[in-house]
T-cell receptor, first 112, second 117 residues
Framework: GNSVTQMEGPVTLSEEAFLTINCTYTATGYPSLFWYVQYPGEGLQLLLKATKADDKGSNKGFEATYRKETTSFHLEKGSVQVSDSAVYFCALSNYNFNKFYFGSGTKLNVKP | DTGVSQDPRHKITKRGQNVTFRCDPISEHNRLYWYRQTLGQGPEFLTYFQNEAQLEKSRLLSDRFSAERPKGSFSTLEIQRTEQGDSAMYLC???????????????FGPGTRLTVL
């Protein structure tokens, strides 16, 4: 079946530190991979996506590369800001995009 | 484009009561999805519609749950005889298919938080 596993939080970093949030997946077929972000009191927003192996998604300084050989889609950012404090969800969708499978979320706290 | 909206944002009810939530998708999005999110977990798929047709339902959607999208626009999710275990955030999302290529990202609403006492 399909599932997503991401590192447990919370992750606490100082401003300008390097961020990695690990995400691995199990899927049948050729899924698309996503990172969503949820700021306090708001709905989920798409952060970035990758639809095939070796694709790199990027947005707002965040990056993630679709690694089929390691079934991973780790989220990275070179220098985090206080405004990046949120909960980050890794997700995959099947080929038909009719269902998303989400990880349990990783809360990021960035201190000034 | 005002995004996906959900109403109400919060609902407190007593065990055994019925509740109904509404979702208004982004206009012209023909797919609409419902998810449930419990504290500390990611969203779990419940069901989805393509236009007015309900095409898939999760086993999480017990007989007490029913969803409709009668005109292919807004959708309602009803929970009958609520139980304390139904307490969760209920999320709605919508998506569309571009002129070329498959369906893609889902756009989420802010959710309806249900508390069953």
């Amino acid at each position: 079946g399909n599932s997503v596993t991401q590192m447990e939080g919370p992750v606490t970093l100082s401003e300008e530190a390097f961020l990695t949030i690990n995400c691995t997946y199990t899927a049948t077929g050729y899924p698309s991979l996503f990172w969503y972000v949820q700021y306090p009191g708001e709905g989920l927003q798409l952060l970035l996506k990758a639809t095939k192996a070796d694709d790199k998604g990027s947005n707002k300084g965040f990056e993630a590369t679709y690694r089929k050989e390691t079934t991973s889609f780790h989220l990275e950012k070179g220098s985090v800001q206080v405004s990046d404090s949120a909960v980050y969800f890794c997700a995959l969708s099947n080929y038909n995009f009719n269902k998303f499978y989400f990880g349990s979320g990783t809360k990021l706290n960035v201190k000034p | 484009d005002t995004g996906v909206s959900q109403d109400p944002r919060h609902k407190i009810t007593k065990r055994g009561q019925n509740v109904t939530f509404r979702c208004d998708p982004i206009s012209e999005h023909n797919r609409l999805y419902w998810y449930r999110q419990t504290l500390g977990q990611g969203p779990e798929f419940l069901t989805y519609f393509q236009n007015e047709a309900q095409l898939e339902k999760s086993r999480l959607l017990s007989d007490r749950f029913s969803a409709e999208r009668p005109k292919g626009s807004f959708s309602t999710l009803e929970i009958q005889r609520t139980e304390q275990g139904d307490s969760a955030m209920y999320l709605c999302a919508s998506s569309s298919r571009p002129a070329s290529g498959p369906y893609n990202e889902q756009f989420f609403g802010p959710g309806t938080r249900l508390t069953v006492l």
